[in-house]
């Protein structure tokens, strides 16, 4: 599985970004067999958990301070998985990763790093003050 992160970029704080997570998997696998997470790293800190999205798409899971201004989601068909993040702050500055958890229940979410198989090279975001 290979996972390339994009939608990145310099915005304003207040302004709006949409992640894309695409996924290249083997012809008889499907993306709806991971569950997927969005990450963050800011210079100087460790990767954090931001935002997780069920294998089905039922049950999504965020971190304190995004809830109400991130969304995540899911499209198997396209293979591809989105964070959709709104009112961006400056302390949302970070490069984001995407990763995929290959696991076996249809509405679990993990937060640890360690759970995730695969995972992006990361998209910058930046947000000026």
Same mark, same amino acid.
């Given at each position: /599985?290979?996972?390339? &992160?994009?939608?990145?970029?310099?915005?304003?704080?207040?302004?709006?970004?949409?992640?894309?997570? &695409? &996924?290249?998997?083997?012809?008889?696998?499907?993306?709806? @067999?991971?569950?997927?997470? $969005?990450?963050?790293?800011?210079?100087?800190? =460790?990767?954090? !958990?931001?935002?997780? %999205?069920?294998?089905?798409?039922?049950?999504? /899971?965020?971190?304190?301070?995004?809830?109400?201004? !991130?969304? %995540?989601?899911?499209?198997? &068909?396209? #293979? @591809?998985?989105?964070? #959709?993040?709104?009112?961006? #702050?400056? =302390?949302?500055?970070?490069?984001?990763?995407?990763?995929?958890?290959?696991? !076996?229940?249809? /509405?679990? /979410?993990?937060?640890?790093?360690? =759970?995730?198989?695969? $995972?992006?090279?990361?998209?910058?975001?930046?947000?000026?003050?």
């Amino acid at each position: /599985v290979q996972l390339q &992160a994009s939608g990145g970029g310099l915005v304003q704080a207040g302004d709006s970004l949409r992640l894309s997570c &695409a &996924a290249s998997i083997g012809a008889f696998s499907a993306l709806s @067999t991971y569950a997927m997470g $969005w990450f963050r790293q800011a210079p100087g800190k =460790e990767r954090e !958990f931001v935002a997780g %999205i069920s294998r089905s798409g039922s049950n999504t /899971v965020y971190e304190d301070s995004v809830k109400g201004r !991130f969304t %995540i989601s899911r499209d198997n &068909a396209e #293979k @591809t998985s989105y964070l #959709k993040m709104n009112s961006l #702050k400056p =302390e949302d500055s970070a490069v984001y990763y995407c990763a995929a958890d290959r696991t !076996f229940s249809s /509405v679990g /979410v993990q937060r640890r790093i360690g =759970e995730y198989d695969y $995972w992006g090279q990361g998209t910058q975001v930046t947000v000026s003050s």
